[in-house]
């Protein structure tokens, strides 16, 4: 059984663009970030339950603030509800640590109604509408990536929602919104389960079990992300030794994207190796509160854009993902189920109760596979003979 479920994907367009251009976009970027700052400065006087963006004095003192405004109404609203909704989100979370700030960045959002994407001779052209009377078209840049969500777009097979503009180093950015339909896998149809843990000195490990025990393990070796992202931290270091601020930036970018490439590419290989099974679901642990809980909370490895990117791309396939509680993971062995911290040692695990011996991440993205299926552990248990050698020792042999 399946049912219909919409997938939203941000898709980053390159766009042709001119001094001209740029300089347009530029002034009405600044004047949105302007906007946005003055919010943030003055919502923090307002009782909470009016941080909505139906509150009409938020409009009515933007509008007394900047009564000869360059952009439209519209980009104006748009600036109120980025404040409020990262306002919302911090107090949803508690308010832990500082309050949002505005007014740094280098985008402009525009909503739905001021953009317009057609196929032209070229390829694609999009048209922003967030200057008053004067509206300005580009050219869509050409990649395989961006083509496709497009060519839904045009077929109206897809939708888009507001989209931001980014200028980065004098080259426009769109990311826009696309959303479409898709037919989606229900739980209870489900044939095959991939337990995915992810780290970062092993990047991904996922386990297949079906009716019929465990029948694929992989791992994803980190050595080569973690080696290329330490050469670029003494780089950065290097940089800001020498006060070189543009050097400290190229740096800060290039980890951004080698680290987003090397997430893209394990999200793409866990989704199109989960497409090779019967009716397959991913089952990823939730790190929700891993922050708050964790004693040596993540920094820099970004779990949750990893777990992002696995989401949209198994969706877009049709294929479920379920979240499990991560309480133990590590700990408890997948054979006999003993949860003992001994049990792991680094990459090592080693049940104290039955002698199992296997890659501690290949256990712990076992027992996520198992917590997420309908499966009991009894039903794919082994022996304890079969992990001892005759000798007393345990077994080397890589085993699941």
């Not at 980009?75 to 509800?81: F, K, L, N, T």
């Not at 079969?386 to 020792?393: A, K, N, P, R």
């Amino acid at each position: 059984m399946t049912k219909m479920k919409k997938v939203a994907q941000t898709v980053v367009l390159d766009l042709e663009t001119s001094n001209r251009k740029n300089n347009k976009i530029q002034e009405a970027i600044d004047e949105y970030q302007e906007m946005s700052k003055y919010i943030s400065d003055i919502i923090i006087s307002f009782q909470e339950h009016k941080w909505s963006t139906m509150n009409p004095q938020f409009n009515r003192l933007l509008v007394e603030e900047y009564n000869d405004r360059y952009v439209s109404a519209a980009v104006a609203q748009e600036a109120i509800a980025d404040v409020v909704e990262g306002y919302k989100s911090w107090k949803s979370n508690g308010k832990e640590g500082d309050r949002p700030t505005f007014g740094n960045n280098n985008y402009v959002t525009c909503r739905t109604d001021q953009i317009s994407i057609e196929e032209n001779s070229k390829g694609y052209g999009i048209k922003f509408n967030i200057i008053p009377y004067n509206p300005e078209w580009f050219h869509i840049d050409d990649n395989s990536f961006s083509q496709k969500y497009l060519e839904k777009i045009v077929k109206d097979e897809a939708s888009f929602g507001n989209c931001e503009i980014h200028k980065e180093d004098n080259q426009l950015k769109a990311h826009l919104v696309v959303t479409w339909e898709v037919d989606v896998l229900e739980k209870d149809s489900v044939d095959t389960v991939m337990g995915v843990d992810l780290g970062e000195n092993v990047i991904y490990t996922y386990s297949v079990l079906t009716s019929e025990g465990f029948e694929d393990v992989q791992l994803k070796d980190g050595a080569e992300f973690r080696h290329h992202r330490e050469r670029l931290k003494e780089k950065r270091s290097e940089m800001m030794k020498k006060d070189n601020l543009r050097g400290v930036k190229e740096c800060r970018n290039q980890h951004e994207k080698y680290t987003e490439q090397v997430l893209h590419t394990a999200s793409k290989k866990i989704v199109k190796e989960a497409t090779k099974h019967s009716n397959p679901m991913i089952v990823l642990e939730d790190l929700t509160n891993y922050r708050k809980t964790a004693a040596n909370a993540i920094h820099d490895w970004p779990y949750a854009l990893c777990q992002e990117m696995i989401m949209y791309k198994a969706k877009a396939k049709g294929i479920p993902v379920e979240v499990v509680d991560p309480r133990n993971t590590s700990k408890t062995c997948r054979n006999c189920g003993f949860v003992h911290s001994s049990n792991r040692n680094g990459s090592d695990f080693d049940c104290g109760e039955c002698g199992y011996q296997v890659h501690a991440d290949v256990n712990a993205s076992m027992n996520i596979a198992l917590r997420g299926s309908n499966f009991d552990r009894e039903d794919f248990g082994i022996n304890r003979e079969s992990t001892i050698s005759s000798d007393g020792t345990h077994d080397s042999v890589f085993q699941y």
